[in-house]
Structures are given as C-alpha cells and as structure tokens.
C-alpha cells in the first residue's frame, strides 16, 4: 500500500486524513451505502460460523437431557398452561368490554396484530452500537420500520432488510428513541437509548410529573411506528439535579435485550399492505 | 520464502480473529471481549514487519469498520495508530519477553480504548471508559495464544 521508503509517521498521516475524509463522507452522505450493505452481504456467512458454538450449545441443551427433568418441566408447562388458560378467559371477557366500551365512546376499534417468529442469528460485535441480526427478510415481508419483540418486551426496530436477513436497531441503542406512556396513568415521554443494555433514561420530563419508581412503562403508539401498549420497561431511578429544568429518570427495559435468541416480527392490520398479509 | 506464502495463514487468522469477534455474548462480556483482530493485526506487525506494515493495519481495519457497521473510517483509525506503534516497537521485539510483549498489548488496547471514546465523543455517542482497564487486561491474557500461532508461521520461513 505504501512504498518502502515513505517514513511511518507520513503513512500514518495518510491514512488519519483519508480516516477522517471516511468518517465525513460516511456520516454525512448516503454515497457508501451500496458499500455496506454488499459487505454486510459477504460477512453474512461468518455470522453463520460464528453462531456454530451455541447452535451447539443448544443442541446439547435439548438433546442430553434426563427423563426426570423432562416430566418436571412437562408437570410444569401443563400448570402454567391451566393458569394462562385461565388468564386468557378473563383477558377475552376484557377485551369484549374493551371493544363495547369503545363503540360506545365512538372511537376506533384497537387493530389486532398478528407476529412472526424470527432468530438473532448475529449481533453487532461492537458494544456501542445496539443491533442484532435476525434470520428473516424481504422474503418474509420483513420491512424498515417494523417493530421488534421478544417474551418481555419491546426490542427495537428494523433498520435494514435484505433478501433473507435483516438488521435490527435495539431500543437501547444511542441514536433510538421511542414515545411512551406510564401504564398507571397515561403520562407521556420519550425513552431514549444510552448503549447500556440494562438502561434507558426518559428525555424532558418535568419534576411536577407523576412519574415514580417502579412505574411500568409501555408503547405509546404515537408516531404510528411502535404499536400502543407493549412493556418497554420500568422506572429505577428519578433524580433531580439542583437547577435542572428536567428530572433525570432511568428506566430498566423490560426486553432481555442482551439474551434474547428468539424473538416476534410485529404486523399490525395497517401493515398489511406491506407484506404481513399471508400471515 | 515466496510472496503469496503468507496470504493463506493471514486470511486464516483474520477469519479466525472474526469469527472469535463475531461470537454472540452477553452480559459484562460484551463489553469485556478484546478486539481479537486488533490483536491479530498487532502480531502480524511485530512478527514480520518488512511485510506488514501501517497500510495493512488500516485494510483490516475498513474491514473491521464493515463487520462492526461503525463509520467506516472509525477503525481505521484506531488499527492505523495501533499498527503504528507496533511497527515502530517490532524493532525490539527480540528483546522483549513473553509477559513484557503483553504488558505492550495492554498499553496499546488502552491507546485503542482512548482513541475511539474520543471518535465517540465527537459523534455524541457514549462511551464508557471503565470497561477498558478490563478489556485491556483480557487482550493481554489473550495474546500469548495469538502470539505463539503467528510466531509459529512466521519461524517455520526458510
């Protein structure tokens, strides 16, 4: 790349300049974006190689496993499943009064969604930026925009989409946000990422604002991208700096962002157009 | 030793490094886990510095930028610097031990470590220094296996 004689401070000052020519080009233009997503493209296969050892490592987990542990977890999953049957018959009655209720106020009948399951099969080596790969694509209906779950939570959204794979932004990450609402009275905010897996922290909150420890945080659905009422997480935190206009407010996401294999593609009835028809 | 001779063992150990990179952890080990290319690239240069040099550290380091989906550029900056200081260090490398040889990697993994908070900074994008004592320790503990496998391929040259 450089000639023999060039001295290596002047090669290093080569390459800072066209480091940081780079970054300027990178960040503020779209010109290198055919350049990452046919990169993404070719290391795609070593993300599959790299997911080797704990495809194994599950494949151990199910497969050598004793006859007592198995009938116990069976045992389990039936009283589990009566109770969540249980559970279920309420939440229709619910969800009947819900809709009555709702026909009476006039308003508009709350859209079903209907989810896809998909596995991480990457996620971003690089612990500043949130994101994870996902083992469905364009093929699937996947779009950019489409909102993430797992069992707990909400994970994050698609930011990229490929034939057979997409790249998903995590909620956590420092460049997302998201409007949510406090399940115990409806106030609204925004939570934003701060690339800690185990944190989030709520933006231009006001001290005077009924928000306390220990408040389940969900979905707001405004700005049509996340759907209403999905856990996001839980207030940990409220502090207030002596002459701050707003409180600093930390928030436990909900979604187990850093373990999480498998996950849900949400498609709501709006989205039908766009691919999630056929599901 | 002809040219092409050393291609294969190098595009081995960069997709070794990434796929070591690329393996899915969680918890404190995602900020833990050294930078294995890095480390890669650093053995390289210490080993047979008349054939790799700063140049090299920054194509691994586009490709870092592409596996990481940072700002391409950003590695490229930090392997450049690294790679640098590797090179202009290869020159002792006869004089220095196994444990000073990782001492070297800790010191330059916490170079690394303060290069990208500052390119963080500069793009608001946090980043948490207290994690790099750590990280940097884990490089260190890594690198005799690094070494000892470059160190192999570089002494079986006639």
């Not at chain 1, 999953?77 to 969540?84: A, F, K, P, R, T």
């Not at chain 2, 997709?15 to 890095?38: D, E, K």
Request: proline share 5%.
């Amino acid at each position: 790349m450089f000639g023999k004689t060039s001295s290596p401070i002047r090669q290093l000052l080569t390459v800072v300049l066209a480091a940081g020519s780079l970054m300027v080009v990178d960040s503020y233009t779209t010109w290198l974006s055919p350049l990452h997503k046919v990169a993404d493209n070719v290391v795609r296969p070593l993300y599959w190689i790299a997911n080797i050892p704990e495809g194994i490592q599950d494949w151990g987990k199910i497969s050598v496993i004793s006859r007592g542990v198995l009938e116990q977890d069976n045992l389990r999953m039936q009283q589990e499943s009566l109770i969540h049957l249980g559970q279920l018959q309420r939440m229709s009655e619910l969800a009947a009064e819900n809709v009555r209720l709702r026909q009476l106020l006039n308003a508009t009948e709350l859209l079903m969604d209907s989810v896809l399951v998909t596995e991480v099969i990457g996620v971003s080596p690089n612990p500043r930026g949130h994101t994870v790969t996902i083992d469905r694509g364009r093929d699937d209906g996947v779009y950019v925009g489409q909102p993430l779950l797992d069992a707990e939570g909400l994970m994050g959204q698609i930011t990229t989409v490929y034939s057979g794979h997409s790249i998903a932004l995590l909620i956590t990450d420092s460049t997302h946000a998201l409007p949510v609402q406090v399940l115990r009275n409806g106030v609204r905010s925004i939570a934003e990422g701060v690339s800690d897996f185990n944190r989030m922290t709520l933006r231009f909150v006001s001290p005077t604002a009924d928000i306390i420890e220990g408040d389940q945080l969900v979905s707001s659905g405004l700005g049509g991208l996340f759907p209403v009422g999905y856990p996001v997480g839980v207030v940990t935190s409220i502090k207030q700096k002596p002459g701050a206009i707003f409180v600093d407010i930390d928030v436990d996401p909900s979604a187990q962002l850093d373990r999480s294999r498998h996950l849900l593609l949400v498609f709501t009835t709006g989205d039908l157009g766009r691919g999630g028809s056929d599901r | 030793m002809r040219v092409e001779s050393l291609t294969g063992p190098v595009i081995l150990s960069l997709i070794i490094a990434t796929v070591f990179q690329l393996i899915p952890t969680s918890g404190v080990w995602i900020f833990w886990r050294p930078n294995f290319l890095l480390l890669v690239v650093i053995a390289w240069i210490l080993y047979i510095p008349d054939r790799f040099g700063i140049g090299f550290a920054a194509m691994v380091g586009l490709l870092a930028d592409t596996l990481f989906r940072t700002t391409l550029g950003h590695y490229v900056l930090v392997f450049a610097v690294c790679g640098t200081i590797a090179y202009l260090l290869s020159r002792w490398l006869m004089y220095l031990s196994m444990f000073h040889r990782a001492i070297l990697i800790f010191i330059i993994t916490i170079c690394a470590e303060l290069i990208q908070a500052m390119l963080f900074s500069i793009w608001d994008v946090p980043f948490a220094l207290n994690y790099s004592p750590t990280v940097a320790a884990f490089a260190a503990l890594s690198w005799p296996i690094v070494d000892l496998l470059i160190s192999r391929v570089q002494v079986r040259r006639p």
